[in-house]
């Protein structure tokens, strides 16, 4: 049985902005269509009309705001000009991407995350607020950010996404994801297990049994 041909990412995106588009315009002819019934002057239940009339206004937000989340991560095409961006123009942009994802987890008004979008970027051109950002873990950059904006990060779902684990695994790692990167501490065998007596009359710590002693052979009471 032949498998269907997979379509192309772009092909798929474009599909599904078609459909939003679609709903979209649907849901302007329902509003559209309640307020010609409010002006026509004609008795009609106004509280049903208002509630319906909320409900339409806020699908159609809802789809406009998926349709910009969409575009906003579409990759960009390659430029000719791409190859002269810098290092530190590619790390300005990663932390700008990360923070859109974190003011679209908190934010459901388009306005809004477009400003607080637009105020994010603003702070990462001002080297004098947050310092130069290849010489600071990524995850720093975002925290200052989010704190500047007023948000608060999903650490823990952040500490799941690429760039974290990257930086995590670097060793040199911000203070957001530094619990992340910490060890487990290891469990105490007792309360009397502090310290015990090793080889050679050491001292060994942390709960760490001594050695066994090879000089001497156990005695074996019959």
């Known amino acids: ?22 709903l979209a315009e649907i849901g302007l002819e329902i509003a559209e269509a309640i307020g010609a019934q409010a002006r026509s002057g004609e008795p ?23 349709q910009s989340r969409l575009i906003a991560d579409r990759p960009a095409p390659l430029k000719e000009t791409d190859h002269c961006l810098t290092p530190e123009d590619h790390a ?18 388009e306005d809004r995350i477009e400003r607080l979008q637009d105020e994010a970027i603003e702070r990462l051109q001002d080297e004098d607020i947050h310092g130069a950002v290849l010489t600071r873990p990524m995850s720093e950059m975002v925290a200052d950010i989010c704190q500047d904006l007023g948000l608060d990060p999903d650490w823990t779902r952040l500490a799941r996404e690429c760039w974290a684990v990257e930086e995590i695994a670097s060793g040199d790692v911000g203070e ?8 487990p501490p290891f469990a105490q065998s ?18 760490v049994p001594p050695p066994l002693r090879l000089d001497k052979a156990p005695s074996v009471t019959s």
């Open 92 to 109: 300005k942009d990663r932390v700008a991407r990360i923070v859109h994802r974190v003011i679209a987890a908190e934010h459901d008004d």
């Open 44 to 66: 009609f239940d106004a509280q049903a009309a208002a509630m319906a009339y909320a409900r339409v206004a806020r699908a159609v937000r809802q789809t406009v705001m998926l």
């Open 190 to 207: 007792g309360t009397h297990a502090l310290e015990a007596d090793g080889l050679n009359g050491q001292s060994v710590g942390g709960g």
């Open 1 to 22: 049985m032949t498998e269907p041909a997979a379509i192309p990412s772009d092909t798929r995106l474009d599909r599904q902005l078609a459909l939003l588009d679609r």
């Open 176 to 183: 957001p994801l530094a619990a992340f990167a910490r060890p």
